[in-house]
């Protein structure tokens, strides 16, 4: 009975994803790209699963918290080695991707939560205080990363020198670390599921083998999902092209490639009446995408002596302030309906229609 555990779809994906790319078999051919991709999607529903036994482990918020830490580190990595490479677009990559991420995770992934979660229960409740505290701590990382390089004077253009990296970089994980601390530790019961749906029963948490097993499988999950999906950007990037939309496209895609680990996760969990842990998952994931990649990219950057963009233009910033705005307008009654969904997966259409038609 051991072993049959084993040999379970959640298990064998993840190893034979990792074999496929390790292996050098995803070599830009036909038949391999097809095989990749059906790797990358299985990779990512087996993802979705270790995390889910994981959060049970440990229970709210850490569950949440693992899951957000494990994928941005793994997309730090994923940027620096695509800077470090000297690719056509290095010099924005990294802000393309973060922005990228928090405008699919702040209107993507919580709109479809917010209409999947209301249409089944009508309207789900949320702590207000926990959905406070995340934005409070996005919206200074966001300002201080995206939108200050363009009105600083010591260097021309949308760029930080060394020592307001340094000086960003630190406040970043200031803010980041106390988020941490408030949210583990002062005030956990923020964070904590109230309303579940009362017809799902709770099945025993797993063991500690059961806990350890996931855990290194969900490791070995985002980074196959992280390292396959770089591995077919090539071919991303040429279907791009052939339809004639602007390269900026390609981080868009990669991104919900990256992201659909907790995105799947937290939809899932609004359609258990779990809203709480969408937002643990949706904003956490957001709040660590910028507050630990900036840091991580910034000191590469320093060492390596790369320059590098920050700073975003009109049209991006307008769009995220419009984000944050309809998600604080929908998150500030403490509870959702399906049209604060809508109004976010309209706000994302038009985020990507501006990027395929800027």
Partial sequence: MKYRKLLQWHTVFPIIAAIFYLGGFLNNTIITNILGAILLFATVLSAVHHAEVVAHKVGEPYGTIILAICITILEVGLIISFMLSGSEGALTYARDTVFAAVMLILNGILGVC?????????????????????????????????????????????????????????????????????????????????????????????????????????????????????????????????????????????????????GLAAVRAAAKNQIQTSINLALGSALASVGLTIPAVALMCIIFDIPFVLGLDLKSTILLALSIFIVMLSLSRGKTNHLYGTVLLVNLAAYIFTVIFP
């Fill in 114 to 262: 917010i209409l999947v979660g209301s249409r089944k229960y009508s309207e789900q409740f949320l702590s207000r205080s926990s959905a406070t505290t995340y934005l409070v701590s996005l919206v200074a990382i966001l300002v201080l990363t995206l939108i200050l390089p363009n009105y600083t004077s010591s260097v021309t253009g949308p760029f930080y020198n060394s020592p307001q990296l340094i000086f960003v970089s630190l406040a970043c994980l200031v803010i980041y670390g106390a988020f941490l601390m408030f949210q583990t530790v002062r005030h956990r019961n923020y964070f904590i599921i109230t309303e579940a749906d009362e017809t799902t029963h709770e099945a025993d948490p797993p063991s500690n083998l059961q806990t350890v097993i996931s855990l290194v499988l969900l490791v070995i999950c985002l980074a196959a999902v992280i390292f396959i999906a770089k591995g077919l950007s090539p071919v991303i990037e040429n279907l791009v092209e052939s339809i004639g939309a602007p390269r900026a496209l390609v981080g868009v895609i990669i991104a919900t490639v990256v992201l659909l680990p907790e």
